[in-house]
């Protein structure tokens, strides 16, 4: 990797956590460090699990435990367990806390407006710009992909997700039907697999291989959030899928699609997948596409 691409990253790092008052004890001046304060954020108005802001920030839970014992004493949140599940623990805002998230949104706000003031209009545009594009691809690049039971809630939301698109955009909508509880079945181990991407906790992407002949898997559920489309996700998760396909043994891969999402059809040609015969009887597959998969080399003999 070229020098000059951590180099410019970095030195944006320190002149950004300079300027906002990231290094500050005090961040905004309302007596909280950063952490503390970003934990209020999240923690929002309506509240939240342990369990999500862990997932959210990332955060070790040695530390969350931290924040969130120094927030409780000081009257800012209440932890508590869950009546409907005493395993997890809800994290909510007193009305102190809702004040001092309040003041917090303001303080930023205004810490944000003199940062930019100084420009022209056109810089301003371009300043955001850039942020809005730095912002998705450091997201992409720290998005985590991991492998779940079909029936995971961040793969059922994901799929919920990809269906009601396909509502959207097919010309004659889109009904499931009994193929989603089978394709769920055929992906599950240990002769398929289902992958989420999520970033803060959120699922961003989705997608499952099953097998459906001797060696030949089928790329199914492909999905990525409309909003993430252009930073190279789409295809870090069918690169991601074709490696699982390799793990469970498969040497070919298909995959189908309707005519209507071409940009989907154009990152499968991308990526090295030929047209290939209808090869299933989904109603809604228009094109159908197939890739040899190369086998990862074998290490030489000493």
Request: aromatic letters at 6%.
């Amino acid at each position: 990797m070229p020098a000059e691409h951590t180099a410019t990253l970095r030195r944006f790092n320190r002149t950004y956590t300079q300027r906002v008052g990231a290094l500050d004890d005090s961040y905004l001046g309302l007596g909280w460090p950063l952490g503390a304060s970003r934990l209020i954020f999240e923690i929002g108005e309506a509240g939240t699990t342990v369990r999500e802001l862990r997932d959210r920030l990332d955060l070790d839970s040695g530390y969350l435990s931290r924040l969130l014992r120094r927030l409780s004493r000081a009257g800012v949140v209440v932890v508590e367990p869950d009546p409907a599940d005493r395993r997890r623990r809800l994290v909510t805002l007193t009305s102190e806390g809702r004040t001092v998230r309040r003041e917090l949104d303001r303080r930023s706000e205004d810490r944000a407006a003199t940062l930019i003031a100084p420009l022209t209009e056109r810089q301003r545009d371009r300043l955001t710009e850039a942020l809005a594009t730095a912002d998705l691809l450091v997201r992409a690049a720290t998005v985590r992909l991991r492998t779940v039971a079909p029936d995971d809630p961040a793969a059922v939301e994901a799929v919920g997700r990809y269906f009601a698109e396909l509502d959207e955009r097919f010309p004659s909508g889109f009904d499931p039907g009994d193929a989603a509880a089978s394709d769920t079945a055929a992906m599950s181990p240990p002769a398929g697999v289902f992958v989420v991407a999520t970033s803060d906790g959120e699922p961003v992407a989705c997608g499952g291989v099953q097998q459906i002949a001797a060696r030949t898997g089928e790329i199914k559920r492909m999905w990525v959030h409309p909003e993430w489309r252009g930073a190279g996700l789409g295809a870090r998760m069918l690169g991601h899928l074709e490696d699982c396909a390799r793990d469970l043994g498969h040497r070919r891969v298909n995959l189908d699609t309707n005519g209507s999402l071409v940009e989907a059809i154009s990152m499968y040609q991308r990526a090295g997948y030929r047209p290939v015969e209808r090869y299933n009887d989904n109603p809604y597959a228009e094109a159908f596409f197939s890739k040899e998969l190369r086998q990862r080399g074998r290490r030489a003999s000493p």
